[in-house]
């Protein structure tokens, strides 16, 4: 990623030579490019903790890891140095590579005057030679986890009768028809499946248990038949699913989805995944490089953190540091190559959109998918303008009828409040929901 930078730093910069970090002298300007790295005093350690707390019980599992005594490393292929200045330690981010500006303190640090990442990678088609004419939507589920305890199935059945035809007027029909494809963004299964008490356990004491997996997988398998029967749909891996634990996470294995295998329009697939939809390219991961970035940085909207991993071209710049990859040493595979038209993040607190623009007229569409365990939320992005929109399916269960409740625009980024429960089925968006995006 050098020579971009190098390129980056020459437009912004032209006049400012660039140097190595080996090659730095006090109190002159220039411009060093390297990999950020962050020393954190929080962040786990299994070697200080195994020689600092023998025979001790481990410390408890923390939610952030961000300390006021964080530092901030550039590092290059020769040396590191620390960076003070124009630079915010706590929404830095571990891996990402950057170029800064400024000049060496006579302390041996680099007091940061200006810095950039890469910025959006060229776009194929940013002018879509043949656009779609017609409304035709793609749908994003997550978070379904199926196996839950708390798990209550009314949602999800609705969902896949209003897809499948089967819920709603005829005008309603009409609209929930253009959806030609249904992208579930990991963690079908619940947390609560991967219990690994009975592992620990006498073979002969679990004879007769049912690992709690199977009967979710099962249950999994049924809802994707209904839905396979109509609409394409991709099944993405996630943290909870039974999958491979580093990234990319390959994808979830035919057998255990034996009746919706069967189908041509069933299609199980990586995590991260790339797709090209009617000339829109989706680019999407599972969520866990958003939430492994909330750990050690103070950024917390998922929006915001996606679109920066797309300026600085790496969708999950903390492998693998402190999430989990498989090795690679000639090729990095989550580094940006071409910018996508859609970016969307699965596995989130809540739903959020916006429209972000590159230097040569790139235009992504950056989308935090809510989970819909916690949400009942479904995001529809429309392919003719890439509008984007969340329909949210909430039941009364105390009351014997059904309400959709209605998404908020594509520019909610805000904690959105309590709306009004309509008394009847109400699947359609209002138009001002369906405007266009600033």
């Given amino acids: 990623m050098r020579p971009m930078l190098e390129a980056v730093a020459r437009n912004k ?37 195994l020689s600092e707390n023998v025979n001790l019980p481990p410390k408890p599992e923390r939610k952030r890891y961000t300390h006021q005594s964080d530092v901030v490393f550039l590092e290059d292929e020769t040396q590191r140095i620390s960076l003070v200045g124009n630079i915010e330690t ?77 819920l709603g007027s005829l005008k309603d029909q009409t609209f929930y028809s253009k959806v030609v494809r249904l992208i579930v963004a990991g963690d079908s299964l619940s947390k609560h499946t991967r219990d690994s008490t009975t592992a620990k356990q006498a073979k002969y004491l679990t004879t007769k248990t049912k690992a709690a997996s199977i009967s979710a997988a099962q249950e999994l398998d049924d809802v994707l038949t209904q839905l396979v029967s109509c609409i394409f749909v991709d099944l993405m891996p996630g943290q909870f699913d039974p999958a491979s634990f580093s990234l990319p996470q390959q994808p979830l294995h035919r057998c255990i989805f034996p009746q919706a295998a069967q189908y041509t329009s069933f299609q199980s697939v990586t995590n991260p995944y790339e797709a090209d939809i009617d000339g829109i390219s989706f680019l999407g991961t599972a969520g866990q490089n958003i939430h492994n970035i909330q750990q050690y940085t103070k950024m917390r909207d998922a929006v915001t953190i996606a679109e920066t991993t797309l300026k600085c071209r790496h969708i999950a710049p903390t492998c693998p540091d402190t999430l989990g990859c498989y090795p690679y040493d000639e090729e990095d595979p989550f580094i940006l190559r071409d910018c996508p038209h859609v970016y969307f993040v699965g596995n989130q607190k809540k739903f959020g959109a916006k429209m972000s623009e590159g230097d040569q007229g790139q235009k992504t569409l950056v989308v935090s998918v809510p989970k819909f365990f916690d949400s009942h939320q479904v995001v529809l992005v429309n392919l003719k303008d890439l509008s984007c929109f969340p329909v949210s399916v909430a039941t009364l269960i105390g009351e014997d009828n059904v309400s959709m409740e209605k998404g908020g625009g594509v520019d909610s980024d805000e904690e959105g409040e309590d709306e009004e429960v309509l008394p009847d089925v109400n699947i359609l968006p209002d138009d001002e929901e369906m405007g266009d995006m600033e």
Avoid at 13 to 22: I, K, R, Y
Avoid at 139 to 146: C, E, K
Wanted: negative net charge; contains cysteine.
């Fill in 13 to 49: 910069w032209f006049d400012v030579p660039q140097v190595q970090l080996n090659d730095l002298q006090q109190n002159k300007t220039c411009v060093i490019i390297g990999t950020v790295f962050k020393q954190m005093q929080l962040k786990p350690n299994i070697l200080r903790e």
């Fill in 90 to 166: 706590h929404e830095t981010i571990t891996g990402t590579v950057i170029c800064a500006k400024g000049k060496e303190t006579a302390g041996g640090k680099f007091e940061v005057e200006e810095w950039s990442y890469c910025g959006l990678p060229a776009q194929l088609n940013s002018e879509l030679t043949e656009p779609v004419s017609d409304d035709r939507y793609v749908a994003i589920i997550s978070g379904i986890s199926l196996g839950d305890p708390q798990y209550d199935p009314m949602p999800l059945q609705l969902f896949v009768d209003l897809v499948t035809g089967q």
